[in-house]
């Protein structure tokens, strides 16, 4: 129903902006990423809106891009994950880590948001592997994710050896993040160790 919202933001406070559109003031709940994004309040915004219809609420959610907004779309596709726990997920990874984490199995990673178990957290990753190596992230999360879950992927090697040599699986993916493909396995193992040194 509502694909963004540009106005001016009037308010915002942990888990929630609110735009001025045409003197209606919508009351997006958002991600502590997309809100350490937006400018001061006064400042002109747009945000990328989902509307989650609930029995007894209509609730809006906005994000300061569209890959966040399809990762979220995502996430409460999922069952089990509802709007509270994938704006938590989105919090703590970025559209680019949390395909990298589903496409490298990282449960681990997804369990340091609030509310997301282990349980929970394998079934983020069944459910949106497929997805994940499908490609169907296009205008979503990304290209990236779909070459890495493809099996022995430069990528998926390179953090196979970073996990080898003592790292965790959430530094390896961490440290890998946004990296090409098709780039050579060695130079993403140094890539790897020069960002697991600045972590």
């Not at 906005?62 to 509802?82: Q, R, W």
């Not at 178990?117 to 296009?138: C, N, P, T, Y």
Request: glycine share 10%; aromatic share 6%.
């Amino acid at each position: 129903m509502y694909y963004s919202l540009t106005g001016k933001l009037i308010h915002t406070e942990p888990w929630m902006a609110v735009v001025s559109c045409g003197g209606v003031g919508y009351k997006c709940m958002t991600t502590m990423t997309t809100l350490s994004c937006l400018p001061l309040v006064g400042g002109e915004v747009t945000l990328y809106t989902h509307l989650n219809v609930r029995e007894d609420a209509l609730d809006l959610y906005g994000f300061y891009s569209m890959t966040e907004c399809n990762a979220f779309k995502l996430l409460i596709g999922v069952s089990g994950v509802g709007p509270k726990s994938a704006l938590a997920i989105l919090s703590d990874l970025t559209p680019d880590r949390l395909a990298l984490c589903v496409a490298s199995g990282d449960a681990k990673s997804l369990t340091r948001a609030p509310g997301v178990g282990a349980k929970l957290a394998q079934r983020i990753i069944l459910e949106l592997k497929d997805k994940v190596s499908k490609a169907e992230l296009a205008e979503g999360i990304g290209e990236t994710a779909a070459q890495v879950a493809v099996e022995h992927s430069n990528l998926s090697e390179a953090a196979a050896a970073l996990c080898a040599l003592g790292y965790s699986q959430s530094q390896a993916v961490g440290a890998l993040a946004g990296l090409k493909p098709d780039m050579p396995v060695d130079e993403m193992i140094k890539h790897g160790l020069k960002t697991i040194a600045k972590m």
